[in-house]
């Protein structure tokens, strides 16, 4: 992943030791001690689900619209998707509502400092504050997809469902048991209410089915705690 993250940024920027240097900080960032699901296992999980769908992305015309309205090659989408994602849980404390604002004032400080294109790092900024409310804030593609990757763990198999509940449970593990569960099953039932979990129809195919049946049992388990 280090690889990926230099030669992306090095395409782009003739600035080898600051980006060296970035890398380094999100990795230190992603890996401490009280990131047990916003890790680097949840940065890795979504470039690998992007990876193993972008082909059929770029096919489906699904960012048509976006090449147009941005000016931008499917290139330059990749790397605004692929610098999200590194961005968007970067910072991150528990319970605290301006996580997502200081993650993209970060992402924009952190990217100027290597002289990436402004409009990038708009782009950029813009699909890390569409994961306030899980709403596309840009009205195309690149962000629908960029908020089906986020929450495509809803979607997994048990198993890994159960561990990122648990996971989240112990970020969380300074709340009472009774607040947690309340404001988790308000959160679940929430999304459980959208017409659609996700936007795209490669993730509603993959994951809309399981996705609510793992917050519906999660819901179930919560509500006799």
Known sequence: ???????????????KKLIEELYIKLENIYTFENRFYHSLDHINSIISDLDSKWERYTMDGL??????????????????????????DAVYTPGLNS???????????????????????????????????????????????????????????????????????????FVEQK??????????????KRDKLFYTTEFQDQYEVKARNNMSLEIQELSVV
């Open 99 to 173: 996580n997502e604002i200081d993650s993209a004032d970060l992402a924009a400080s952190e990217l100027q400092k290597l002289n990436f294109p402004e409009k990038q790092i708009k782009i950029i900024c813009e699909l890390i504050l569409s994961t306030i409310s899980h709403r596309p804030i840009l009205d195309n593609g690149i962000c629908k997809i960029f908020l089906d990757l986020d929450l495509a763990i809803l979607g997994k198999d048990s198993e890994i469902y159960n561990k990122y509940c648990k996971n989240i449970r112990k970020e969380y593990s």
């Open 1 to 15: 992943m280090k690889n990926k993250f230099k030669s992306i940024l090095n395409n782009i920027s003739n600035e």
């Open 63 to 88: 960012l048509g619209k976006t090449y147009s309205e941005m000016e931008l090659d499917k290139d330059s989408i990749y790397r605004c998707l692929f610098l999200a994602t590194w961005f968007h």
């Open 179 to 192: 607040d947690y569960s309340e404001k988790r099953i308000e959160i679940l039932s929430n999304f459980l």
